[in-house]
Structure formats: structure tokens, C-alpha cells
């Protein structure tokens, strides 16, 4: 399957979930399995952005451009980029389109999530849990700089999985090795994330939590020194010798929810 250009598969091989909102097979099998666990351990029923943000047709791309850009003829300063014959400026206040034939929400496996904040109080909780449950079921984040509801799923966007399907939604981490692709490569293996583990304690201490989520490899690591945070150099050693991402910080209760699950990839589910 697949050989088709930048969103020209026809709908009726994609899997509708609602209007507007269609998944190659693939992609929505893992989707399901993200919402089933969303909902299951924190109750939150995570959605698909209103309009074209699953797969997104490449008729929907160039209305999406329309709709939130402006057009001229002549390349004047502030144009992002030539298309269709014009040259081509966001709107203020109006969301960011790729050129059409480029977005990846054409490039098979893109989701834009509403409501990823709910998951927590706090959006740092929040994004800690999105971050995590999304690491687990495949899906990239942090791949469009600013956009934290924009995923973009790793795996084969066509195949089916066994565990998929069969109602008991059970997550087999890792049930074949998959093809990496070039980009898989040069992603890190692992995440990153720091913070003060005792804000009751007159000293509370910074820990720094290695960890990665589709396999449940963990391991914590302390400054040793009271209430100061990582220097950057530690943290610079730190992605280098772990093959981490950037570090972001979170919160001892969010880490504490990663190390569970982690914990339940390592206990085999
Ligand atoms: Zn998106």
C-alpha cells in the first residue's frame, strides 16, 4: 500500500472516525489505543481538532491556505511561499497552512489533538502524561515548533496491528520491529525531564528522569544539591550520554505517572 502523493489517498482507505476526520488504517488503530488509555487512566476522552486535522486531503489544504492567507502576484516581503501562481502571507490571528502538497497532515500520519491541556491541573502535568502516552503509542511530538497538539505518527501507517481489532484493546509494546525511517534515526531514543522532588522539605532536591516510554526503560539521576536546579552543562552531559531530547520540566506528580507506566511496559503491559 501507499505510493500516493501528499494528500491524494482516497478517503474510502482511510478509516472515518467523524466529519472531516479520517485515519489510515495504521494510524487510527494506534489512535484508538492512545484515546483508550487517555480515558482509562485519566478519564479524559482525547479529540481530533475540529476540521481536516487527521488526514488531510489536498483539497482541504489549499482551502485551508485561502481561507487563513493572503495572496499576491508579486513576491513582496513577508510572503512565505510561491504556490499556485501568487505569492502567499498568513493573515494576522490566523493559523500557520503549509504549502499545499507539503503539509504532513497530507504525509499520512498527523493528528492535531483538542484537548491534550485536559489530562491535568496543570499544563505542565498535562503535557508530561501527552508527552509520555504519545511516546507509547508511536506518535512524535514537539515536530512543528509551537504546536504541542501536532503528533505525527512513527510506524508503518498502513499495517494493522494484531493486538488492534480484537476489542480488548490490549498494547503489546513493540510486538515486531518495524523499518526505521531515516527520520526515526536522527530522533533521540529518550526523554528527558527535571524536577524538585520535595516542595515540602526546607531542601528539597532537583532530580532528572530518563526515561522512554515505549519501551519503559527509566533511571533518575540527583544533583545532590539542595533546591538547585541542573546546570545546563549537566543536562548538555546528560542528553549526550543518554541519547535524550531537550529537557523540559515537569512536576514530581507527573513524574511519578511516567514512572508508573514505564513501570507497566517493563511488567509487559
Ligand atoms: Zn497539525
Redesign the pocket.
Given at each position: 500500500m501507499g505510493g500516493y502523493g501528499n494528500g491524494q489517498v482516497p478517503l474510502g482507505q482511510l478509516v472515518y472516525i467523524g466529519p472531516e476526520h479520517y485515519l489510515l488504517p495504521g494510524v487510527n488503530a494506534h489512535w484508538q489505543g492512545l484515546v483508550g488509555e487517555a480515558r482509562a487512566s485519566y478519564g479524559v476522552t482525547l479529540r481530533i481538532t475540529g476540521g481536516w486535522?487527521g488526514y488531510r486531503p489536498l483539497a482541504a489544504q489549499e482551502q485551508y491556505l485561502r481561507d487563513n492567507y493572503t495572496a499576491h502576484v508579486l513576491p513582496v516581503a513577508g510572503y512565505e511561499y510561491y504556490w499556485g501562481g501568487r505569492w502567499w502571507k498568513r493573515r494576522p490571528g490566523k493559523p500557520k497552512a503549509a504549502k499545499p502538497g507539503t503539509s504532513?497532515?497530507g504525509a499520512y500520519g498527523?493528528v492535531?489533538v483538542a484537548n491534550w491541556r485536559d489530562l491535568a491541573r496543570t499544563e505542565r502535568e498535562a503535557w508530561a502524561i501527552f508527552a509520555a502516552l504519545c511516546a507509547k503509542w508511536r506518535f512524535a511530538t514537539q515536530r512543528?515548533p509551537g504546536?504541542l497538539w501536532?503528533i505525527e505518527f512513527t510506524g508503518d501507517p498502513w499495517a494493522i496491528p494484531s493486538w488492534a481489532g480484537s476489542g480488548s484493546n490490549t498494547f503489546e509494546p513493540n510486538p515486531e520491529p518495524e523499518p526505521q525511517s531515516e527520520e526515526d534515526d536522527d530522533m533521540p531514543k529518550n526523554s528527558l525531564a527535571t524536577y524538585r522532588n520535595d516542595t515540602t522539605s526546607p531542601k528539597p532536591t532537583y532530580t532528572a528522569l530518563v526515561y522512554n516510554a515505549g519501551s519503559g526503560f527509566n533511571v533518575e539521576f540527583t544533583n545532590g544539591a539542595n533546591d538547585t536546579p541542573f546546570t545546563d552543562g549537566y543536562l548538555a552531559n546528560l542528553r549526550a550520554s543518554h541519547d535524550t531530547g531537550p529537557a523540559f520540566a515537569t512536576s514530581k506528580g507527573a513524574a511519578d505517572v511516567i514512572k508508573a507506566a514505564c513501570a507497566k511496559v517493563l511488567a509487559g503491559g
Open positions: 486535522n504532513p497532515h498527523a492535531d512543528v504546536e501536532h
